[in-house]
């Protein structure tokens, strides 16, 4: 198989939900040498991607989502084992907060952010999901991390990422830390709006977004 069936197979196997072809596509994918996050990237998180737009059509009903989504984790659980025994990770970087929002449960996105800022020498807080916004404060000050990074999926629950920038600010503590913005619905000109300094489109970007802030700080 060459690359790019290999990336169709990881495609499919979220669409059709089925755990032993992502495992397999994993497998192929090690044999000819394919990075696992490319194949994260463009096979397996296109194919989520792709279920949400049917769902959006209502062609999808939500069981069905959650059984794909089901194998979405294992497969990016089996990526960031495989990076950290692949030891790619280098050294300390800084310290980062990661959430997804309150009132939003969608958290692969913010899994995989994660996996990646690990396996970059960060050390990661992830508090999970549907988090106060309060205590995602609470939680950074105890942590004494560098950036808070939050995740919203919802349209509905963007306005917690605005809330976060408020709270920080009314409690003098904006300047401590970064924060970083991501998730589907999110864009740049919602984190100027908010305030936030930064936003990326992907995994990849957060993660070199983030070395960026503590490079600068250094
Ligand atoms: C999987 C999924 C679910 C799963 C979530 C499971 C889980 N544990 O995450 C389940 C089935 C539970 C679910 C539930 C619901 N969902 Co849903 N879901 C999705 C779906 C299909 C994919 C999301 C996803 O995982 N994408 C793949 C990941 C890799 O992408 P990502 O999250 O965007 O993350 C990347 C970047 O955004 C970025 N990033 C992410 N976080 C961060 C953070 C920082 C700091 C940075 C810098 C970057 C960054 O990096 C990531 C990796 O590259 C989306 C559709 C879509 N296209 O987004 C709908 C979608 C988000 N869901 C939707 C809806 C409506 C719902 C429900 C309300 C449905 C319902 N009727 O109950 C509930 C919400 C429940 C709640 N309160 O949260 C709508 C939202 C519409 C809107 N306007 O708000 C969408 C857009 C589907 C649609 N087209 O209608 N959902």
Redesign the pocket.
Known sequence: MDRQEIIKMAFDSIVEADQEMAMDAMDKAAGIGLDSVEL??EG??AG??E???????GELF??E??F??EV??VVTTRVEAEMVASGKQIEQKGKII?A?VE???????????CS?LKTSGFEVFDLG??VKADTIIEKAIEYGVDI???????????VVQQELEEKLKERGLRDRFK????????TQRWADKIGAD?????????CA??KKFIDDKM
């Open positions: 994260l990237n397996f998180s989520i991607n279920l949400g737009e049917q769902f959006g059509r939500l069981p989502l959650i794909a989504t979405m984790k990661m997804t009132g939003d449960v969608h958290d692969i996105g913010k899994g995989i952010c990646l999901r549907e808070i990074g939050t995740s919203a999926l919802l349209t509905t629950t963007m924060t970083m913005v991501g998730g589907a619905p999110i930064a936003y990326t489109e992907d995994a990849s970007e957060c977004r983030a």
